[in-house]
């Protein structure tokens, strides 16, 4: 379980890192993404850990919306480059009418 628990603090730091330091609105979207999978990890080895699906089925229901938030997340990237001809975060600034 220890291993588990270190693999997915190390991955979620990856990504809060990522964010933090990246101007790519692309790689947002992956470290993003990246934390999501790291949470889902540790639900689904808590799970493991217990002998409860319980977490399992809320792992489920977190991918779906990962899912809908990617597909809405990369249309508003693709809407942005054809306006702007750059994914640069500090210049969706401009966007906001």
Do not use: W
């Amino acid at each position: 379980m220890d291993y588990y628990l270190i693999l997915c603090i190390i991955l979620f730091s990856i990504g809060a890192f990522g964010m933090l330091i990246r101007k790519n609105m692309i790689v947002l979207l992956m470290c993003i993404e990246l934390m999501l999978n790291s949470v889902n990890l540790l639900l689904v080895a808590f799970s493991a850990h217990y002998g409860s699906s319980d977490p399992q089925i809320f792992v489920f229901f977190t991918i779906v919306v990962a899912a809908a938030e990617a597909t809405v997340g990369l249309s508003i990237i693709i809407m942005g480059y054809r306006y702007l001809k750059t994914t640069d975060i500090s210049l969706f600034n401009n966007l906001k009418g």
